[in-house]
């Protein structure tokens, strides 16, 4: 698999390469602060692996990212431009993000080609027949050509996330969020949305992503950051973190997931 | 996927099970033939054999009379489905404008909201046949230059009184969508709007469509409430031959007319709804 390259949209990356920062962001619920102050670089090809307890703010903090969530204070930039400034176009920005849900959210009444060209031909203006070859190209990749005309309800969990990654590679994104997306698959799906991020990973995409697969963190993450209360608490490489954790809530953390069998 | 492959011949036990099966299915088809014939002699003997049953025959059942009458509340009954087609267009695209204007936030459309709401509140308690009188009296007493005419101001008192219907309908079914799946149309970058047209209504229209065939069901019948105010429809029609043979088999002619114009929208409601039931419980299956 190769990534194309975004189609010259936004500003140039910052000469240190960074592709996202957050800085200070705080977001709160009612009285729960979900992120209190969340500090995060990540840089262009770079895969950073969020883990964290149930509720430690990791979908929160990826929703944030997207805009579809507001933040109460601190700042996120994209390739150097502040996305959190109230004047800036939050559609705009989305469209430089692609964002991968747990429960794949894919559009139940349009068809597998429909759903992964819908914001190519609306958003993107680019013609139906000129959508369709790449979206085509697309699903070729991942093995799913020929459920470009099945609807989602047809297709197995894993073949329904996998056309979700593939809906929000089709605007080639500089920055691709993944939100556990393998928690609703069943075990013996969960192989091929891996294998495909993995390839994702091997062509260059800048990802972060939320996961409970820690066996998968070790293998994809360039970083892993392990978040509590609001914050992340210890981040290094794979094997320093999952390996060797330094803080306590850490390694309380990673037993309780190796007493679940998940490591 | 399957029947590719030539099935196998059928086991002892299925054989049997399936001539089971037929000789059940022969039975069922004649307990219902008999049922049917005694309860249709039951009800004959009943009407007939009623001591009034000639005088309400000649007054509601007049051949010569439903034949004289008949062409004039044919005429009548061509407004009718006029009426219909329009108002059932007219009230569709009102509902859903009124629905899409509740969903709006921001400030810049509180105005419109209220409003939105304070129709569907009004209208949906106001009697239809009030809304009617209103406008088809009310209305040309203003003497305003071009007030259109009764049967148009008729036509939108029935398409104000069903907008309000349909509106919430349609809201209904916008709120039924998963805010995920807007969710996801925005993280692609869609705008609201997009988000709305590609992602939520149809979606929203699709689940809503039974309920909505409904009301247009009802509609049907309420078209000829518009004989209240002048206009010459079927019913009015009806009422005309009354007076002159002194006679109620117009109105029977009338209502038959109402039934059969009815019984293909019925019948699409019932197909659509229950195609809807099954791919619903399919969903759930998933
Ligand atoms: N829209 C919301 N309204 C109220 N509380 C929310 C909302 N979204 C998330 N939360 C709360 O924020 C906390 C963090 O949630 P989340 O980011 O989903 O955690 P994670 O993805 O790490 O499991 C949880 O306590 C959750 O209940
Ligand atoms: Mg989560």
Redesign the pocket.
């Known amino acids: 698999m190769s990534t194309d390259e975004p189609a010259g949209r936004g500003p140039a990356a910052p000469a240190d390469g960074t592709v996202l920062s957050c800085a200070g962001v705080r977001k709160r619920?009612?009285s729960?602060e979900?992120l209190a102050g969340f500090d995060l670089a990540v840089a262009e090809h770079e895969v950073v692996v969020?883990i964290?307890?149930?509720?430690?703010?990791?979908?929160?903090?990826?929703?944030c990212v997207n805009l579809l969530?507001e933040v109460d204070d601190g700042t996120i930039h994209l390739d150097g431009e502040h996305i959190t400034d109230p004047r800036i176009n939050p559609d705009r920005v989305r469209q430089r993000i692609g964002l991968v849900f747990q429960s794949y959210n894919l559009f139940p009444h349009l068809s597998v080609l429909d759903n992964v060209t819908l914001a190519p031909r609306r958003v993107h203006r680019i013609v139906r027949a000129a959508a369709e070859e790449r979206a085509m190209t697309w699903l070729s990749r991942v093995g799913l050509a020929d459920k470009a005309k099945e609807y989602p309800d047809r297709l197995s969990g894993g073949q329904q996330q996998r056309v979700a990654i593939v809906r929000a590679l089709v605007n080639s994104p500089r920055l691709l969020l993944l939100?556990?997306v393998t928690s609703a698959l069943d075990p013996e799906l969960v192989g091929e949305v891996l294998t495909m991020v993995r390839d994702l990973k091997s062509d260059g995409m800048t990802m972060l992503l939320?996961t409970h697969e820690m066996g998968f963190a070790k293998q994809v993450a360039d970083r892993v950051c392990f978040?509590s209360e609001g914050r992340i608490l210890e981040q290094g490489t794979p094997a320093e973190v999952l390996g060797d954790p330094q803080q306590p809530r850490t390694r309380q953390f990673l037993q309780r997931i190796i007493e679940s069998g998940r490591l | 996927m399957t029947g590719t492959a030539a099935a196998p011949a059928p086991s002892e036990v299925q054989r049997g099970r399936l001539a089971y099966r037929r000789r059940q299915t022969v039975k069922s088809v004649l307990v219902a033939a008999g049922s049917t014939v005694a309860l249709g002699l039951i009800l004959t003997v009943a009407i007939t054999g009623a001591p009034g049953f000639d005088r309400v025959r000649e007054s509601f059942f007049d051949p010569k009379v439903a034949a004289e009458t008949l062409p004039d509340i044919l005429v009548g009954l061509w407004l009718n489905i006029r009426l219909l087609v329009c108002c059932t267009i007219g009230a569709l695209i009102l509902g859903l404008l009124i629905a899409v204007l509740r969903t709006l936030r921001g400030p810049v459309f509180f105005p419109f909201r209220a409003l939105a709401i304070g129709y569907t509140y009004s209208f949906r308690g106001a009697p239809l046949i009030i809304v009617l009188y209103v406008l088809t009296l009310g209305v040309p007493g203003l003497r305003l230059a071009g007030t259109p005419s009764v049967v148009v101001l008729g036509g939108i008192a029935l398409v104000i009184t069903y907008g309000a219907y349909m509106a919430e309908v349609f809201r209904a079914g916008i709120e039924s969508v998963h805010p995920s799946q807007r969710a996801a149309a925005r993280s692609l970058g869609l705008s609201y709007r997009q988000s709305m047209r590609f992602v939520v209504l149809p979606q929203a229209v699709r689940r809503v469509t039974p309920p909505l065939l409904n009301d247009v069901v009802s509609m049907q019948k309420d078209v000829g409430l518009i004989s209240l105010a002048g206009p010459i429809d079927a019913i009015r029609a009806a009422q005309i031959g009354v007076a002159e043979h002194y006679n109620f088999t117009p109105y029977i002619v009338a209502g038959a007319l109402f039934v059969l114009m009815a019984i293909p929208l019925i019948a699409v409601t019932d197909w659509v709804t229950l195609r809807s039931a099954r791919r619903q419980s399919a969903d759930g299956a998933a």
């Open positions: 619920f009612g729960t979900v969020l964290g307890a149930s509720g430690s703010g990791k979908s929160t903090l990826l929703r969530e939100d556990e939320a978040l």
